[in-house]
């Protein structure tokens, strides 16, 4: 039985600079190709905000601050072309402060082809030439106020 699935993205704020999140470029599953952030599915009894931590970290090595791990915006991904059907959580994260500051690994190397930092404006460009993963594509198009403060703020 086909079943919708809870996927989290999460929206890592650049620790060197504020105004950019994490994205890699997908490998080897639905999306291969495109860009999206770190994330994945939601495990049973688990948080949204734990979920988060959990995917960033095995995926790119970063902690994140138990504090600045909070619900930025949700999109319905139906994907018919891979009889798959997604509901994706967005949760806007700031990684611990370290020093020096905690850079992305890429830990899943058969999943992400490495991490890169993007502005807004990046992503807006890239969606406008159909780079985007569909969950974060939908989430750029939204445009939600909550990301937008989260970007300019330092």
């Known amino acids: 039985s086909t079943v919708v699935r809870v996927g989290v993205g999460v929206l890592v704020q650049d620790p060197l600079d504020p105004t950019k999140v994490l994205c890699?470029?997908?490998?080897?599953?639905?999306?291969?190709?495109?860009?999206?952030?770190?994330?994945?599915?939601?495990?049973?009894?688990?948080?949204?905000?734990?979920?988060?931590?959990?995917?960033?970290l095995e995926e790119c090595g970063l902690e994140l601050e138990e504090t600045e791990c909070s619900f930025a915006h949700?999109?319905?991904?139906?994907?018919?072309?891979?009889?798959?059907?997604?509901?994706?959580?967005?949760?806007?994260?700031?990684?611990?402060?370290?020093?020096?500051?905690?850079?992305?690994?890429?830990?899943?190397?058969?999943?992400?082809q490495g991490w890169n930092s993007y502005s807004w404006q990046e992503l807006q460009v890239e969606r406008e030439q159909g780079n985007l993963f569909g969950p974060l594509e939908r989430l750029v198009a939204d445009s939600p106020a909550t990301v937008l403060e989260f970007l300019a703020s330092s």
């Not at 080897?28 to 988060?52: I, M, N, V």
């Not at 994907?79 to 994706?88: C, F, I, L, S």
């Not at 905690?102 to 999943?111: F, R, S, V």
Request: proline share 8%; with cysteine; hydrophobic share 30%.
């Open 74 to 112: 949700v999109t319905n991904d139906p994907m018919p072309a891979e009889e798959k059907h997604y509901v994706t959580i967005f949760i806007m994260a700031k990684c611990k402060v370290t020093d020096p500051p905690q850079q992305a690994q890429t830990l899943e190397p058969h999943k992400c």
């Open 24 to 56: 890699g470029i997908r490998r080897g599953s639905h999306g291969a190709g495109l860009l999206a952030l770190p994330g994945g599915h939601l495990e049973l009894y688990e948080t949204w905000q734990d979920c988060a931590r959990r995917e960033v």
